[in-house]
C-alpha cells in the first residue's frame, strides 16, 4: 500500500473518529491534538508540581517537604511521582479511560508523564516496568488493564520493558476509595503474589492510574522487595489530596 493511499485512509479514519480532549471530549482542533487537551481544559488541568512530597510525590504546600502520611507512616516504595491531580475534569477522563474503552488516553497520559519525569526515570535506571495487576476475572469483565495500557505506552516511549506477568493479584478486592488508610492496607494483605520466581529484578518501576494513600503501591512494593527486588518505585497519572 503506498503512502498516497495511507494518507487518504488516515483522514478518513480522523473523520470517522476524531481526536477528542482526554478531560471534557470535546472534538480537538490540530493544534490541539499533541498535548490531548482542548484550549479551554488545558488551562484548568492541574499538574502536581512544583511543591510535592518528596517521597510520594503529591502536592504539598510551598514550605512543605513531605505530606502529613509521608512524615508519620514509612512505605515500601522508596519513591513515588503522580502527573496530574485527581481533580475537576481528570476525574471525568480517569473515568472514561478505566470504563469507557478509551486506551487511546494511555499515549497522552504517558507523553505528560515524560516530559514530566523522563528525566527522573531515567536517573533510576529501571530494569522492568510493573503495572500493578488487576484480578483475573474483572480484566475479562473490563477487557483491558487500565494500569496496563498506561504501561505499555510508557515503555514504547522509554524503552524499558513491561512485565505484566511477574506478579499476580489474587482476590478482587473491595473498592478503596471509601476505605480509609488503615482499612485499605487490611484489604490488600495477601492480595499479590509473585508467580515468576526465576526473574530477578533490580530496580522496579510500579505503575498505577490512580494514587490516593499508597496503599496498592506498598504492598505490591512489599511483595516485590520480599522477593528480591533492591529498589520499587512508583509512577501513577493522577494523585488525590490527603
Not at 115 to 140: A, C, L, R, S, T
Not at 142 to 148: H, K, S
Not at 169 to 196: C, E, G, P, S, W
Not at 207 to 214: A, H, L, M, N, S
Request: one cysteine or more.
Amino acid at each position: 500500500m503506498n503512502q498516497f493511499i495511507k494518507g487518504i485512509i488516515a483522514s478518513w479514519i480522523e473523520l470517522l473518529y476524531p481526536k477528542r480532549c482526554i478531560a471534557c471530549d470535546k472534538v480537538l482542533l490540530k493544534i490541539e491534538k499533541e498535548s490531548g487537551f482542548c484550549k479551554s481544559c488545558a488551562k484548568k488541568i492541574r499538574l502536581i508540581g512544583p511543591h510535592y512530597c518528596l517521597t510520594c510525590g503529591i502536592a504539598v504546600k510551598e514550605n512543605e517537604q513531605y505530606c502529613i502520611t509521608c512524615k508519620t507512616a514509612g512505605h515500601s516504595f522508596d519513591q513515588a511521582k503522580s502527573v496530574f491531580r485527581y481533580t475537576g475534569e481528570m476525574k471525568n477522563a480517569m473515568y472514561r479511560f478505566k470504563y469507557g474503552n478509551r486506551r487511546c488516553y494511555g499515549d497522552k497520559f504517558a507523553n505528560h508523564a515524560i516530559k514530566n519525569y523522563g528525566n527522573w526515570i531515567k536517573e533510576k535506571q529501571i530494569d522492568v516496568i510493573i503495572p500493578v495487576p488487576m484480578y483475573d476475572k474483572k480484566k475479562k469483565r473490563r477487557g483491558y488493564n487500565q494500569a496496563e495500557v498506561f504501561a505499555n505506552s510508557l515503555s514504547k516511549m522509554v524503552g524499558i520493558p513491561v512485565e505484566n506477568q511477574f506478579i499476580r493479584r489474587n482476590t478482587d478486592t473491595v473498592a478503596m476509595k471509601q476505605l480509609n488508610r488503615l482499612k485499605r492496607k487490611k484489604n490488600l494483605l495477601k492480595a499479590f503474589t509473585i508467580i515468576k520466581n526465576d526473574v530477578q529484578f533490580r530496580k522496579v518501576l510500579i505503575v498505577d492510574d490512580i494514587y490516593t494513600t499508597g496503599s496498592t503501591l506498598d504492598e505490591v512494593a512489599r511483595v516485590l522487595k520480599d522477593g528480591g527486588v533492591k529498589e520499587v518505585y512508583g509512577l501513577c497519572i493522577c494523585a488525590g489530596q490527603l
